[in-house]
């Protein structure tokens, strides 16, 4: 199964401020990566496929990048309803697996 | 609009079996394919396996050998049957269901959640 390492495991940012969140695949993944967003007690929810696609509904201050074994998330002028673990998932390789979360939290 | 919602019991004993069903509305069986998921704080987000709209399925090979996944699509239900329990196996399952985009149907990138059914294992 591929390794899905993400980092940090957790971060404190400010209202407004830029938040970049990494993950790390263990082998080439060839951009077959989603972002979801799980807060307290829900369920998770899409945010980016395909390394970068925005998923609908999704605010702009999200996106994505990367490519190769490399990927990010980066959320642009945080808000506080972004306060939630973030989720790496790889479907390029079958079983789909998870990174092991980024939990933000506001300072 | 589309909706998954599990549903199942919340106390389980170590060495029976779990019996999950996930009820949907918004869409056909025959069309999508549903997935069970769980999360655990010890394995965090775990792909269990897959029944697909033609009624195949596949399973994490870790599990297979426990996992069983049905469906009755005059009901809009699938069916999540796993055996042998242990208490490692306490965990939220949520049933999740893969998205067309652009004409391209991507079966794992999971779009729409049903609330999750918490599940204890107790020995």
């Known amino acids: 199964d591929i390794r899905m390492t993400q980092s940090p495991a957790s971060l404190s940012a400010s209202l407004g401020e830029t938040v970049n969140i990494e993950c790390l ?7 077959d990566l989603a972002w979801y967003q799980q807060k307290p007690g829900k369920s998770p929810q899409l945010l980016i496929y395909n390394a ?3 998923q609908n509904g999704v605010p702009s201050r999200f996106s994505g990048s990367g490519s190769g074994t490399q990927y990010s998330l980066k ?17 390029n390789n079958y079983p789909p697996t ?3 979360g980024t939990k933000l939290e506001l300072k | ?5 599990e549903s199942g019991p919340v106390l389980v004993q170590a060495s029976e079996t779990l019996s999950l069903t996930c009820t949907v509305s918004g869409f056909s069986l025959t069309n999508y394919g549903v997935i069970w998921v769980r999360q655990s704080p010890g394995k965090g987000l775990e792909w269990m396996g897959i029944i697909w ?6 399973y994490n090979s870790a599990l297979k050998s426990r996992l069983s996944i049905n469906r009755d699509t005059s009901k809009s239900q699938v069916f999540l049957k796993m055996n042998s329990l242990q208490t490692d196996d306490t965990a939220i399952y949520y049933c999740t269901r893969g998205e067309y985009y652009d004409g391209t149907y991507y079966p794992y990138v999971m779009d729409a ?5 918490s599940v204890t294992v107790s020995s």
Not at chain 2, 53 to 58: L, V
């Open chain 1, 25 to 31: 695949a263990s082998e080439d993944i060839y951009s």
């Open chain 1, 75 to 91: 959320i642009n002028s945080l808000q506080s309803e972004d306060v939630a673990t973030y989720f790496c998932q790889q479907y």
């Open chain 1, 52 to 54: 970068n696609s925005l």
């Open chain 2, 1 to 5: 609009q589309v909706q998954l919602k």
């Open chain 1, 98 to 100: 998870f990174g092991g």
């Open chain 2, 53 to 58: 709209g033609d009624g195949n399925t596949d």
């Open chain 2, 113 to 117: 959640w049903g609330q999750g059914a």
